[in-house]
C-alpha cells in the first residue's frame, strides 16, 4: 500500500505566472526542470518529500504525442486548476497489481525523468488507473528511483513565508462515492476514519487517513458546491489544505501582503483570484 502523499499537481498555463502568484503567496515557489521528452516543465513548492507541484507545457506538440491528453486539455480554459495527485510506495508493481482495467490487465508503468534547473537528473516511475492521471477521482502512484535522503539534499525543502509546513488534507469530487471507496480501502489500502454528512457543500464525505493528514472523498447529495464542480470540472481532487505553524502568524501575513481571503472555524481559505483559481486552505 502506498507509504505517505508525495505531491499535488497544479497544472498551469504559464510557469512564470504561476511561480510568481505562488511567491507572492509566501510561498518559497523554484523552478523545478524540464521532464525529458515530454514538452512539460514544472515548479515546486517544497515542505519536504511532500510537495505541490506547478505542472506547465512548453511544448504541446511533445505533450500530445507522449501522454496524448496535455495539461492544457485539462486546465480547459483556466489559468490554473488542481488536477491530480500522487501517494508514494515503494513497491510501484506489487501496488499496481492491485488494478486490473476493463481488458483484464494491468496497465503499465512508466519510467518518467526531470533535468533540473542545475543540469542534474532525477528519475522515477509511475502507475495511474485507467492509463490518465488528471481529473480522476483517485491518485496515481509513484516510486523515485533516488532514495529519498539524497532527494532532500537535492530539492532542498522550502522556507515558508506564509507559515506552511506541509499538506494536510486533500478534497475529491466523486460522482459513485460507493465505487470510489472500494478503490481507496480496498485497492489502496488506506485507512477509513470517518463517514459523515458536510453540510457547507451538501455532500456525503468519507475520509481516509495518511500518515497525519486526510483525504476526502465528498459526492454530492443535493444542490450545493460539490455538485457545481462536478458539472464544471468533473470528478477529481479540488481543494488543498496546507498545516501552518501559527495560524495567526499566517492570517498576519496574508494582511500585511493584501492578499484576499475568509476566515472560518480554524481555517483560512485564499481568495481564488489570489490563487489562479486554485482553493487553497490553511489549517493548524
Same mark, same amino acid.
Given at each position: ?13 504559464? &510557469?512564470?505566472? $504561476? ?29 519536504? &518529500? ?28 483556466? !489559468?490554473?486548476?488542481?488536477? %491530480? *495527485? $500522487? ?19 494491468? *496497465? ?18 509511475? *502507475?495511474?488507473? %485507467? ?52 478503490? *481507496?480501502?480496498?485497492?489502496? %489500502?488506506?485507512?477509513?476514519?470517518? !463517514? ?61 501582503? !493584501? ?26
Amino acid at each position: 500500500m502506498p507509504a505517505r502523499f508525495d505531491h499535488a499537481v497544479i497544472g498551469v498555463r504559464d &510557469l512564470d505566472t $504561476a511561480l510568481f502568484a505562488f511567491q507572492r503567496l509566501g510561498f518559497d515557489a523554484r523552478p523545478g526542470g524540464r521532464h525529458g521528452g515530454g514538452g512539460t516543465h514544472n515548479g515546486l513548492v517544497r515542505f519536504g &518529500l511532500d510537495y505541490i507541484e506547478l505542472l506547465g507545457v512548453y511544448d504541446e506538440a511533445a505533450a500530445r504525442a507522449s501522454r496524448g491528453r496535455t495539461i492544457l486539455d485539462a486546465l480547459n480554459g483556466r !489559468e490554473a486548476a488542481l488536477i %491530480g *495527485y $500522487a501517494l508514494a510506495t515503494d513497491d510501484i508493481a506489487r501496488d499496481a497489481a492491485r488494478f486490473v482495467g476493463d481488458d483484464g490487465k494491468v *496497465y503499465q508503468l512508466h519510467a518518467m525523468r526531470r533535468t533540473r534547473p542545475d543540469g542534474g537528473v532525477l528519475s522515477w516511475r509511475v *502507475y495511474a488507473p %485507467g492509463e490518465s492521471s488528471w481529473q480522476r477521482p483517485w491518485p496515481f502512484l509513484i516510486q523515485w528511483d533516488t532514495p529519498d535522503e539524497q532527494r532532500l539534499h537535492i530539492d532542498l525543502p522550502g522556507a515558508h513565508v506564509n507559515g506552511a509546513v506541509g499538506w494536510k488534507r486533500i478534497a475529491v469530487a466523486v460522482e459513485d462515492l460507493a465505487s470510489a471507496v472500494e478503490i *481507496y480501502h480496498n485497492q489502496l %489500502g488506506l485507512e477509513l476514519i470517518k !463517514e459523515d454528512f458536510c453540510s457547507i457543500q451538501v455532500a456525503q464525505r468519507v475520509t481516509f487517513a495518511l500518515g497525519e493528514a486526510t483525504i476526502d472523498l465528498l459526492a454530492p447529495s443535493g444542490d450545493g458546491s460539490v455538485r457545481q464542480i462536478l458539472a464544471s470540472a468533473g470528478e477529481g481532487p479540488f481543494a488543498l489544505s496546507f498545516k501552518t505553524r501559527d495560524l495567526s502568524q499566517t492570517r498576519a501575513f496574508f494582511e500585511k501582503q !493584501e492578499i484576499a481571503f475568509t476566515i472560518g472555524p480554524g481555517k483560512i481559505l485564499l481568495d481564488e483570484k489570489e490563487t489562479l483559481g486554485v482553493r487553497i486552505f490553511f489549517t493548524e
